[in-house]
């Protein structure tokens, strides 16, 4: 049988696919939200009193009384059978970076058997789970199960439209029954209130009379791949890892530079717009989409939202994304480097903070050196990442990630700032104490009468940052295109509010004690606080090794290359006391998001190396042996009619093919070692050990798809899975 007739197959598959029948869409004002039960709907069928108290908590996050959650639920209830809803949901979100969900009936039986609809306020308010099934770092055990989801009133409930019905899902936080965080709702929502406690500090000290309770938003860039599922269904790698363990570079991959903003394949754009209308009717702003750099490679990008709803919308994004590239025929892949040799992807997450009193603290304005605002929010934000620099890698490390970053094409992981010319100035100036000014960028002119005129950004964009300012936020560029935000933006909100927390002791100091003036005051904290952690700020290229060289020799700076170098730093003192200091994670709390982050980025690398085991032995190997055996065949037959072949290919082959068992061999007798004393040597050991060999077997076998009679090699080929559409 021939090696690649499922590869034919698939190729034939694809190219006589039928299109989908594309339909006018709804007008978007009609498909806006029409799934989602938010406070709108509740104005509609709520008493006022009860609207008033459940408006009150999304906007100030004021406690709601069970009685009012009694009306909400009815009026809920009623919402979701006009819809077609038979069950409920309690979604959370585990330490695990994907969505859970326990789904119950909106039903129950009375006295006589009849079948009646029940969703009372208590429902809503809790369900119960298993709370050790869930990766949980040891706070429950299997014997002590128990663990409560609570409803979220600040994210609006929504319903699920699928093939097989409705369901109502409820926004919710889960936790143990001794009461510790089990998810990553509950450390959001914590730091977002860490942050406007210390921001309140600040803007008091700053004689703001008028503040508005301040929360932080999020508008996270969403980078995927996309191959069809005929492919994917006969790559095992892709299918238990998410992306390929083997694969030779194909002779074209993105070099041209030909497919970033490129014209979109028609049978993705029925794909984007299918997955678009969805977002719309969950009230979820998807505001651009467009090709990647690398083939197959595309992006989704939504509106700012407040954090803890951009989260939760994040989340079922990538949901969305998978189970709509299903329906046409895709599978869509989220992991950070599907593909050797291209581009990966990643999920800037645009962050800043404010309030409908002081707006957006992280908008400079057009003079910047007069916002004193803005330059102690910008200043606490350089303080964090300089002191925290090795908590925001961890935070975004994964095994996936890992291939990711440091290259060309991400963030290298070192953590630094990158300002822009015009605030980099700004800062220098009052480091030096000089009188700080700046420069706005000016019209941009191009000597073409027809091309209007316009306002050119006082800064350059620095695509090589990890964490730049991009105009009137931060962008964190090296989160990873599988990971929930909400471990960064937890982190980012401790670190701001930390931050925020030392700059109101200095500035009290100076206006209460030495009766400096505002201004005064504010310059001399600033330059205190670029003396420390000036080093952070840095605005040249990322990427070369002269700035690697003197990041950690001149500036102090950490290069944490791995998962295993990064997640460490969650144990560190200084990250333990501000997050107990902050009140965002208890020291438990942390301790087991060490462990189950550690646990999976162990169980992620022993299940990649057991895969390249088995295909290396059971597809590659027996694929060469066959192209050997043929070419044995055919020497001996050409042989006996007084021909000779040139015999450099199948002494190569099998040269390749014996390297490559070697080195199967190493990899499994790698993984038999078990005898680790803690989780960071296992760790240490999967990044210097276990994925050196798993490269090791790759190389040869990348070498043998160049050699091995394609009508003979198992698995799609690159230029077959990035192309073909």
């Not at 979604?91 to 695990?96: D, G, N």
């Not at 800062?427 to 700080?436: H, N, R, S, V």
């Not at 840095?538 to 944490?560: M, P, Q, T």
């Amino acid at each position: 049988m021939s090696g690649n007739e499922t590869r034919v197959q698939a190729i034939n598959n694809i190219t006589n696919r039928e299109p989908m029948a594309v339909s006018m869409p709804e007008p978007l004002s009609e498909m806006w939200a029409c799934d989602v039960f938010n406070l709108a709907k509740m104005e509609e069928s709520l008493s006022k009193n009860a609207f008033k108290a459940v408006k009150n908590t999304v906007h100030t996050g004021a406690p709601l009384d069970a009685a009012t959650a009694d009306v909400v639920a009815a009026a809920m209830k009623e919402w979701a059978l006009s819809k077609g809803v038979k069950f409920f949901s309690h979604i959370f979100y585990p330490m695990t970076n994907v969505t859970a969900e326990k789904h119950d009936g909106l039903i129950i039986t009375n006295a006589d058997g009849v079948a009646i609809t029940e969703f009372t306020g208590s429902l809503l308010i809790k369900g119960e789970p298993d709370g050790s099934s869930f990766p949980n770092g040891s706070i429950r055990m299997t014997n002590a199960a128990r663990g409560y989801t609570a409803w979220d009133p600040t994210s609006p409930v929504f319903i699920m439209h699928t093939d097989n019905g409705a369901t109502l899902m409820i926004p919710s936080v889960f936790m143990s029954w001794t009461g510790e965080a089990l998810d990553k709702k509950i450390p959001l929502l914590r730091s977002n209130q860490a942050m406007n406690e210390a921001a309140q500090k600040v803007l008091s000290l700053m004689g703001e009379t008028e503040i508005a309770p301040l929360n932080s938003s999020c508008g996270a860039e969403q980078e995927y791949f996309l191959v069809d599922a005929n492919f994917a269904n006969s790559r095992p790698d892709l299918l238990l890892a998410g992306r390929t363990l083997f694969g030779a570079e194909p002779a074209k991959g993105q070099q041209f530079d030909d497919h970033y903003f490129g014209a979109i394949p028609a049978r993705v754009q029925v794909f984007m717009q299918d997955v678009e209308d969805q977002l719309y009717r969950l009230g979820i702003p998807a505001k651009t989409h467009h090709n990647e750099v690398a083939p197959g490679q595309f992006e989704i990008a939504p509106y700012f939202e407040a954090a803890n709803v951009a989260a939760d919308h994040q989340q079922l994004m990538m949901t969305l994304l998978k189970m709509t590239a299903k329906k046409h025929g895709f599978v869509c892949l989220l992991h950070e480097k599907p593909f050797a040799g291209i581009n990966g992807s990643g999920k800037h997450v645009n962050w800043s903070v404010g309030n409908a009193t002081q707006g957006n603290l992280l908008d400079p304005g057009q003079t910047p050196h007069d916002n004193l605002n803005f330059l102690l929010f910008c200043g606490a934000v350089i303080r964090g990442v300089h002191l925290h620099g090795p908590l925001l890698r961890a935070v975004i490390a994964s095994a996936s990630n890992d291939h990711r970053l440091g290259a060309n094409e991400a963030p290298p992981a070192i953590l630094s700032v990158y300002l822009g010319d015009q605030l980099e100035k700004v800062f220098q100036d009052i480091k030096d104490g000089k009188l700080a000014t700046s420069k706005a960028g000016g019209l941009m002119k191009l000597g073409l009468p027809q091309i209007l005129h316009f306002e050119r950004d006082p800064g350059d964009r620095n695509r090589t940052s990890p964490f730049a300012f991009t105009g009137n936020r931060f962008e964190f560029r090296a989160v990873g295109s599988s990971q929930s935000v909400s471990g960064p933006l937890v982190a980012m909100n401790t670190i701001l509010a930390d931050s925020l927390d030392w700059i109101a002791g200095k500035l009290e100091a100076r206006l209460k004690k030495k009766g400096a003036d505002q201004a005064e005051a504010v310059f001399a904290v600033i330059k205190e606080l670029m003396e420390e952690h000036g080093n952070a700020v840095f605005g040249g290229d990322g990427y070369s090794e002269e700035w690697h060289k003197a990041a950690v020799e001149e500036r102090g700076l950490k290069n944490i290359p791995t998962t295993a170098d990064a997640l460490p730093a969650l144990q560190e003192k200084s990250v333990k006391a501000m997050f107990r200091k902050t009140g965002v994670l208890s020291a438990v709390e942390l301790k087991s998001r060490y462990e189950v982050y550690a646990e999976q980025y162990i169980l992620s690398i022993e299940v990649e190396a057991r895969l390249v085991v088995d295909m290396a032995k059971t597809m590659i190997y027996p694929a060469a042996i066959q192209y050997l055996f043929e070419l044995s065949n055919t020497s001996v037959g050409m042989a006996e009619m007084g021909v000779d072949l040139d015999n450099s290919v199948a002494k190569s082959i099998a040269d390749e093919a014996n390297a490559m068992m070697a080195a199967v061999n190493k990899l499994s007798a790698a993984l038999e070692k078990d005898n680790f004393s803690n989780a960071e040597k296992h760790m240490q050991y999967c990044a210097n050990e276990i994925r050196g060999l798993m490269d090791e077997v790759r190389v040869h076998a990348d070498v043998l798809e160049t050699e091995v009679a394609d009508d003979l090699w198992p698995l799609p080929k690159y230029r077959e899975m990035l192309f073909i559409k």
